[in-house]
T-cell receptor
Framework: EAGVAQSPRYKIIEKRQSVAFWCNPI?????LYWYQQILGQGPKLLIQ????????DSQLPKDRFSAERLKGVDSTLKIQPAKLEDSAVYLC????????????FGQGTRLTVV | DAKTTQPPSMDCAEGRAANLPCNHSTISGNEYVYWYRQIHSQGPQYIIH???NNETNEMASLIITEDRKSSTLILPHATLRDTAVYYCIVTRYNFNKFYFGSGTKLNVKP
């Protein structure tokens, strides 16, 4: 089966600019996650969707970050305006609702804010 | 979710077994132990999970102590491709939420 697709793979922007990341989860997966991974640290959960509803966004910096999952499939994560400390890899993952199953991760988008 | 503690790094000789420990002394009865690994420049990859019984799949074995307060991930014959950061995560059944710590950097050496 096809894995989690993310684009772009790399992005360089100047601070105060905006940026958007796109994620296409594995077909049929109801749960979708966005993680932020700063260099040298483990991934940090930003937001979790179940279908098109938000389950957990407690660690999402809502003053500048937003995410949506239209029609319960694809998702976009936006940062506006970006700060230097937003430089990180943004990982998307998906999992099935059926039982206690693992999350499958995409390759991530590496964002550099200069 | 229960907190986990892992050593920051470990070395292993190629071809030998790699035993990666994880402490989760506050684990609850309905919490599972999951292991993921992250090879450089890739997203995390699921390895194995278990509740209380030992588990084995094509990638690894998971040994959970009887009191469930710690576990060990075993890679039976480590290869250079197993060099990665290994994460131990504890999460509730059907919770489908994965919080990552700092993990253990496993260096497999020739």
């Amino acid at each position: 089966e096809a894995g989690v697709a993310q684009s772009p793979r790399y992005k360089i922007i100047e601070k105060r600019q905006s940026v958007a990341f796109w994620c296409n989860p594995i077909s049929g997966h109801a749960t979708l996650y966005w993680y932020q991974q700063i260099l040298g640290q483990g991934p940090k959960l930003l937001i979790q969707f179940q279908n098109n509803g938000v389950v957990d966004d407690s660690q999402l910096p809502k003053d500048r970050f937003s995410a949506e999952r239209l029609k319960g499939v694809d998702s976009t994560l936006k940062i506006q305006p970006a700060k230097l400390e937003d430089s990180a890899v943004y990982l998307c993952a998906s999992s099935s609702l059926r039982g206690n199953t693992e999350a499958f991760f995409g390759q991530g988008t590496r964002l550099t804010v200069v | 979710d229960a907190k986990t503690t892992q050593p920051p790094s470990m070395d292993c000789a190629e071809g030998r077994a790699a035993n990666l420990p994880c402490n989760h002394s506050t684990i609850s009865g309905n919490e599972y132990v999951y292991w993921y690994r992250q090879i450089h420049s890739q997203g995390p990859q699921y390895i194995i999970h278990g509740l209380k019984n030992n588990e084995t799949n094509e990638m690894a074995s998971l040994i959970i102590t009887e009191d469930r307060k710690s576990s060990t991930l075993i890679l039976p014959h480590a290869t250079l491709r197993d060099t990665a950061v290994y994460y131990c995560i504890v999460t509730r059944y059907n919770f489908n939420k994965f919080y990552f710590g700092s993990g253990t950097k496993l260096n497999v050496k020739p």
